[in-house]
């Protein structure tokens, strides 16, 4: 019963396989190799962006800050939200990868609004060289607390970053489990809503360590190269990177392991609804779900050895029905075995 | 005849089930696995350092500038040869990462001397707040020119870093190699020598993408992972990480397969040394030769298929007999059947 | 009627002779002219500080930015207010200087409290290596809303960062006209209220453009002077820094300036207090006032051609009775003459 | 006898008066003030650019950085010669400013030429993105070492940066100096030879602190600006900066002073070459002499009280004939009879 996090969670087996095939004889190092050139027409294929910059890096940091880096400048500021993962858990990461921008935090939660972003931007406002510049918006989809915006909510906030003339990046470190939430098409779910770089995450989803950056506007690429480079994320045994990809998109390995982890997290909310002092904290859409359960649940859970993040709150303390908040996250390769003996427990039936 | 890197070879096999092994349900990530704490129990153990922080990135870049930051500062210089990788392949990662440290060239080539190296730590003699501070030394071992610094001549170095009271750094993308060529123990090629921090590579030598560096005194070691965070250098599945310097420890197979690349190269050299017009610059100790061949025997291995850097001049040129550079780098993969086929065609056998 | 700012006023003629007492012959430059020696003996003794280290550059952002970096790690978050300086003007020079650090911003005006510092401090929990690490605290005195911390309120937030084990930076840009206000001495105001740094600004009470850092712990004067030279912070001449100093301290004309200052802006208040419609923004406390007046009174004191910043409004909009915001800020220069003046034509009598 | 630093000297009378001169009332802050309108005006005038953009900072290494930092990129290598004082003398400032770039040491003193520069940059031959990219290219006019480029040879430097696309930087900090020596226009001496960008430096020969920054392409300007902001070198009393240059060129001023200075060498040159033993080190061309001198001159003029730096070797040892290097500069306000006594001194007659 993991649910602490998908990056808990195994490779998936087809993953692992793709290293082996890619692993006879001699390739071209730093992503000259041929499973690269086949991730990137593959990868432009599905996001139908025949010109679209692509490049693999093995963290998700890495790929939000060297996209950051490269849409913005040091003397600006990145909009996002108060819970980015930019902000929170990326110890400096941006602001390091950018030579020094600023991050300003839109809004109180997980979404930016077209009407807080809009006010962020503007309160930016002109004080020529004194103040920080307006930089780059950094949405994260699905969000940092589970959330999933519409193809609506993008359009909308790319609507306003372009009216600033700002560039708008998208933290997909769960593109694909908003994807299959959205029922939409990747290029409906970025460059089609405004949306100028992607991290499209894989690694949560059932790789080891691969992130592709996607940059529609080619002019970047070369500055990209070079700051990939520079930040020491140019990997020599390349191919390493491009057969996790390959495999992860193959067969739509990727769609599949989302729609897994998402109906994983229903099952888990639709236990859940039924226990007794449980409230969730926004609708689950995607593949991770907050809610708060009484100490009890907590504790109960916690004896049989569940494993996730208390959020909000301590275990410590007398009353058993005072709400703590949970932080559960369903990955690929979660059993409907484990979430059924989750919701058990959680309901004092186990 | 794949001569041009020992990062175009394949991983080990043994590394690839290493990462089968591993993935098998939740691991704690970022760096908090069981797998780590096994190997950097081994790594204390193989380094006789039981005290030594240990960590690990997936590529070179990252653990030269990641220690090299951790070492110095950003008003600082980094004493290096002319042709260290951290200066001539990296792209500027070390200035980038250390904040704008300056790297302050020793000598003509590949090796630093004593006397080179006292000469240009002394050059930046004290000009108060105006000039750059010294920092750290860096050696590469075995070097980017195929040779190795005997213990001798590290601690010939070592000495003169610590007369200026300056940290000593082994960039060790080769530390294998170079170690089995001096049938010496790792302690003494570090620690014992004065190196104060290594960058132990793996990726030459069977992995696909892991480093581990090595800092003797864990006082830099907080330090080391706040900084590793930030680079985006910090995996959270590391487990694939883990698992890789695992196998790669496990048994020797580091070792080992250091021993069939030196013994490959040196079958290579014994090949060559009867070619007509070849000439070696530098005797080749671990798995990397320079040597001069004629035109005419580049045009014959060039049309066989072989592969390998053409290190200074050209192809073109109407004289068969002008001496042209070449650089062969012989993996652990390589077989004797294709070192002969290589050696037999620029013998004009083949 | 020049309210704008106290960085549009002239120089002190004193300031100005003290130029011309040290333009004769030779001086050792880099801050080895005697001129300096005095005024580090003067400083300290004015905050009975035998021990501080005390540096010259010529503008406050150059005294925030080197203070900040030297407290602080590019790795940390510096904690203030909204509205500080260091976050609104100037242009990610704090972020540039530390090498990347974040600044957090504390409670919703120009006034941390010791509640809300702690909660910010404490929100940055631990994330381990994932979050900014907590770095140091600054704040500004006098504030930007022109408020001034009471000796208490300093000492409270002394004791949160101290709690905390961090260090605390006071951003004097207008010192002088908060501690005539308080009427307390410099050691009260700083090191006996736990500051550890202070930026001790004199440009905009009289002088040309000199600020001094004053650094209670010695330990880390080194590295400042290091980070100065390196920012392009160390004046060759440094003489004319020194002397204009020395100027501003010799005979309390630092004091005086300010005092004269503050009762400018005491007179516009008393003065503006009887206007209809009027209503300030905070209690003026040293120099600087902020109040909303109606529309109509800006319209005469603009036609009049009296400078100040419309804070917030526009002077474009039909309601003569709707009120608009005015920053006022008298600098030593301002006359009784101009006072009475601008207020007069606020009242209509003009 | 002070020849040890033009930057010992005092500023020029007429410079400290054009400070008392704007010392009246309110003035636009951060640059706008009506005296920079005129600076601008007048420097565009001096250099035959109408377009160019033009700033003012206090210190030389700020207006180098700034510049470079502005024509260049962090993954970019500057090329200077190894005596530069952006390499030397400038504790990292510019890899600072520049967030990380690389300066490659072009020839073996301080003139690079044709050859040296073209080789220099040939060597960053193309590695993709693992090397260096290509940056500006820096010439210190006059030199660190009291040369003078002449126009062809400025030209030819100039030539080889376009031939490889890269931008030109001059440093000059001793400007006026090489331009009266050659007798040439300041357009000649800049763009019309290939310069882009020059560091105008004033501070040395009669201000207390302003350089300009001046940039022919006016493209680069907005960027510019925000990095002077960001690096805290945008003044608020910015008029002060402002009169000292207005000074600076008033009648011709500079050129003025320039004269005196260079004359003044050549007085110390032709009085020194008649002293036995005495040695120049290149012709002295500007303000600056380099000459070996026996170590009895030397002590004659140590016990005599004269000021300059001892360049090489040291005052203590046995030989009185041992040849030693001085370095003298002489600065606008040194009288001939300050000469004259210096060089009977060394001459043994006083």
């Given at each position: 019963m993991h649910l602490a996090s998908d990056n808990a969670g195994p490779a998936h087996p087809q993953v692992i396989e793709g290293l082996s095939r890619v692993n006879t004889g001699y390739a071209m190092p730093y992503g000259a190799d041929a499973d690269m050139a086949a991730v990137t027409a593959r990868l432009r294929d599905i996001f139908e962006a025949p010109e679209a910059a692509i490049y693999l890096v093995a963290t998700g940091t890495a790929a939000n800050s060297l996209a950051l880096a490269t849409l913005g400048a040091p003397w600006q500021t990145v909009f996002c939200s108060p819970v980015a993962h930019i902000h929170?858990?990326?110890?400096?990461a941006p602001e390091f990868y950018s030579g020094g921008a600023k991050l300003t935090l839109v809004g109180e939660d997980d979404r930016m609004t077209p009407e807080t972003l809009h006010r962020a931007i503007e309160r930016e406002e002109s004080r020529g060289v004194h103040g920080p510049q307006r930089g780059p918006v950094s949405l994260t989809?699905?969000?940092?607390?589970?959330g999933v915006y519409t193809l609506e909510e993008i359009r909308a906030l790319g609507e306003v970053a372009k009216d600033f003339g700002l560039p708008l990046h998208m933290d997909g470190a769960r593109f694909a489990n908003a994807l299959v939430a959205l029922d939409a098409t990747p290029a409906e779910m970025t460059w089609k809503a405004?949306?100028?770089?992607?991290?499209?995450?894989?690694t949560k989803n059932g790789c080891l360590g691969v992130e592709a950056v996607i940059l529609f506007?080619?002019?970047t690429a070369w500055e990209f190269e070079l700051r990939r480079k520079r930040g020491a994320?140019?990997?020599?045994?390349?191919r390493y990177l491009s057969a996790q990809m390959a495999a992860y998109l193959e067969g739509d390995l990727w769609l599949e392991s989302a729609r897994r982890a998402n109906a994983a997290c229903a099952r888990l909310a639709a236990g859940l609804?039924?226990?007794?002092g449980v409230r969730f904290?926004?609708?689950?859409?995607?593949?991770m779900l907050f809610a708060e359960m009484p100490r009890a649940t907590h504790l109960r859970l916690h004896e049989a050895g569940a494993q996730y993040?208390?959020?909000?709150?301590?275990?410590?303390?007398?009353?058993?029905d005072e709400p703590l908040t949970a932080r559960m996250v369903c990955d690929w390769s979660i059993t409907d075995a484990d979430i059924d003996r989750f919701v058990a427990i959680a309901q004092g039936r186990a």
């Open positions: 929170e858990d990326e110890c400096n989809q699905a969000t940092e607390r589970g405004g949306v100028d770089a992607v991290s499209f995450g894989a506007d080619p002019a994320h140019l990997f020599s045994k390349h609804r039924a226990v007794p904290l926004g609708e689950p859409a995607a593949n993040y208390l959020w909000e709150g301590s275990l410590d303390g007398a009353d058993p």
